[in-house]
Structures are given as structure tokens and as C-alpha cells.
């Protein structure tokens, strides 16, 4: 038996990536519903997505129509229980293992359509522990994005050792042809196959400057300018967020336990004091509120 198209997607949380997949899925013609904990912070969520539109509008990427329709298949929600029919979940809240399973579990006993797949955004936590939550792990599956949403074309699917191969190919034919990312499939393994490589470079280029072995500034000109990355480890650590780039790091050294992975002391005092990135507005760098580098 083939499942219904997916059209009805439920996204959970409205930070810098719910608010993102949330956005190219209404881009999409899907109807989507936002979770927030809160009414401000879903107006919060609302105008982040309505921003992002705007910018679509101004650099000729959508047309000032097909912002108005995006922003009308968006409607946001503080009740979880909004989400019983639901197609797709996306959880995108903070990397927080214990935030997350409690998420899962409840969402478990709210979706009511036997078919509907329950994906996470983790970057880093193994998809399996959020499927035990549940009493269906079959219809579990990472479907993990990247920031930002509208623009970067890549979805990572990572299929536990329980996923079916019905959520399987219908998390990947909505992401591919619906979505129209670019797919490539991971095994379960913390960090998946991008923050695996990545992380443990941020963390390496954290312990430079750290240690004086060059500037900040240095290090991010000689990424860019040295090997053509279109921006250096320290601002994209600002971009990912610092809080973010701990946790994942705190993950896939809690699988791993490879001393590379261990999150070193400056990331930890930053993340303490909140400088947590530019969604913040300081991290390594200070941005302005049009989110470009205020001061260095
Ligand atoms: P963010 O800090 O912008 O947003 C965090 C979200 O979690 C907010 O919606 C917040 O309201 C919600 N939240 C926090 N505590 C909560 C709680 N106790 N219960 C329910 N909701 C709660 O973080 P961001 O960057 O959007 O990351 C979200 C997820 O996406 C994380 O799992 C992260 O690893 C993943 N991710 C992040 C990427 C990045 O570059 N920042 C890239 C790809 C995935």
C-alpha cells in the first residue's frame, strides 16, 4: 500500500532551523503547522520566517506572491496536541537528548495517522535513542537540514536499525522531490557524516585561538583565502552557534570518546557567558541586525 502525499507537515521549534524547514516547506506548497513553547516566541519564529521571505523577495529569489502564499500555509501553535494530524514531524529544538525523548514520547501519543513519519534535525544525536521513546521507532528517521535552510541544498537521512523501508523512501522522496534537497543517507552514527568531519575541525580551530597560535581573524582568512571555503571555522561556529557546536561535540564525544571531540575550555566559558553566536548577535564576532559582522 503506497501512503498518502505528504501535505500537512507539523515543524517543532522556531529558533534559526525550524524556522528555516519551516519555511521551505510552505515555499513548497505544503500546509505547515509551527510548535513554540510560547505565543512570543512563535511570534519570535514568525518574524524570522517572514524576514527570510522578504530577503527571497529582494535578492529575486521568489516573487512578492509567492511570499504571501508561504506566509499563509504557515500557522503556529504552543499545544502540542495541534499536531494529531499531522503527516511529517520535523523536530528541530535544542540539542538536548532529554528535551527531544520527552518531545518524541509526547508526540507518540498525539499524531494519530499510523503512517506518519516522526523525523528529528539533530545534527548529533543517534536517531535511535529519540525511536525508543516511541512505541513506533519504524516511523523514526533523522532528516537532518542545514543552516541555512533556504539556501544550503543538502538533507543528511539517517535510518535507524528500526526505521521501515516505507519511512525510508517516503522521508527521501518528500525531501528530494518536494523539497527539492540534494540527499545522501548516513548510517546512525553521532554527527552523521558532515558535523563528523566538521566539528572536530571547529574545535581544533577553537584550541588555536585559545592557545595564540594565531588570530581569529587569521584563522578564518586562511581557511577562506587557503582552501576556498566560502567562510572560516570561528564565524561559522558563530553561524552553527556555540551552544550548538558544544553540544554536538558533547554527543560524539560521549560515542566516540575520541579526545578530538571534547568540547575545549574557551567553547565552554563562551557558551557559560552566552556569547553564543550570531543568533545572539556575538560569538567570536559581533554582528549588527542585519546580521553582518559589526565589530571584530
Ligand atoms: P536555536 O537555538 O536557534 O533554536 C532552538 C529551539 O529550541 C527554539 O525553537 C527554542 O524555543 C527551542 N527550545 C529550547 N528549549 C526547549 C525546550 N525545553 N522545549 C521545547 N523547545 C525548546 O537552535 P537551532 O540552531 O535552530 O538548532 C535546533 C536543532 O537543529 C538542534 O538539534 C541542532 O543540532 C540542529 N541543527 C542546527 C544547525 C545549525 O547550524 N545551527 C544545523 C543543522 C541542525
Not at 521568489?62 to 499536531?83: C, K, M, N, P, V
Request: glycine share 8%.
Amino acid at each position: 500500500m503506497t501512503s498518502e502525499k505528504i501535505q500537512r507537515v507539523g515543524v517543532i521549534g522556531a529558533g534559526q532551523m525550524g524556522a528555516g524547514i519551516a519555511e521551505v516547506c510552505a515555499r513548497a506548497h505544503v500546509d505547515v503547522l509551527v510548535y513554540e513553547q510560547t505565543r512570543e516566541l512563535a511570534a519570535a519564529g514568525r518574524a524570522r520566517i517572514m524576514r527570510s521571505l522578504d530577503r527571497g523577495v529582494s535578492s529575486g529569489k521568489i516573487t512578492e506572491r509567492e511570499r504571501e502564499q508561504a506566509a499563509w500555509r504557515l500557522r503556529f501553535t504552543s499545544d502540542l496536541g495541534d499536531f494529531a494530524d499531522r503527516q511529517l514531524v520535523v523536530e528541530a529544538v535544542v540539542e538536548d537528548e532529554k528535551v527531544k525523548s520527552a518531545i518524541f514520547a509526547e508526540l507518540d501519543q498525539i499524531v494519530t495517522d499510523p503512517d506518519a513519519v516522526l523525523a528529528s534535525n539533530t545534527s548529533s544525536i543517534p536517531i535511535m535513542k529519540l525511536g525508543i521513546t516511541t512505541s513506533r521507532p519504524e516511523r523514526v528517521i533523522g532528516l537532518h537540514f542545514f543552516n541555512p535552510v533556504p539556501v544550503l541544498p543538502l538533507v543528511e537521512l539517517v535510518t535507524t536499525l528500526k526505521t521501515s523501508a516505507a519511512v525510508t523512501e517516503r522521508a527521501e522522496q518528500f525531501a528530494g522531490e518536494v523539497l527539492g534537497k540534494q540527499v545522501v543517507r548516513s548510517a546512525d552514527r553521532s554527527g552523521f557524516v558532515v558535523n563528523a568531519l566538521l566539528v572536530p575541525y571547529l574545535l581544533s580551530a577553537i584550541r588555536m585561538v585559545e592557545s595564540g597560535f594565531a588570530t581569529k581573524e587569521d584563522i578564518d582568512k586562511a581557511t577562506v583565502l587557503g582552501l576556498a571555503h566560502p567562510m572560516g571555522p570561528l564565524a561559522l561556529t558563530d553561524l552553527v552557534g556555540l551552544d550548538t557546536v558544544k553540544s554536538i561535540a558533547d554527543s560524539m564525544y560521549e560515542e566516540f570518546k575520541e579526545p578530538l571531540y571534547s568540547a575545549p575550555p574557551l567553547l565552554l566559558r563562551m557558551v557559560e557567558a552566552g556569547l553564543v553566536g550570531k543568533k545572539v548577535g556575538r560569538g567570536f564576532y559581533e554582528y549588527a541586525d542585519n546580521g553582518r559582522v559589526a565589530k571584530k
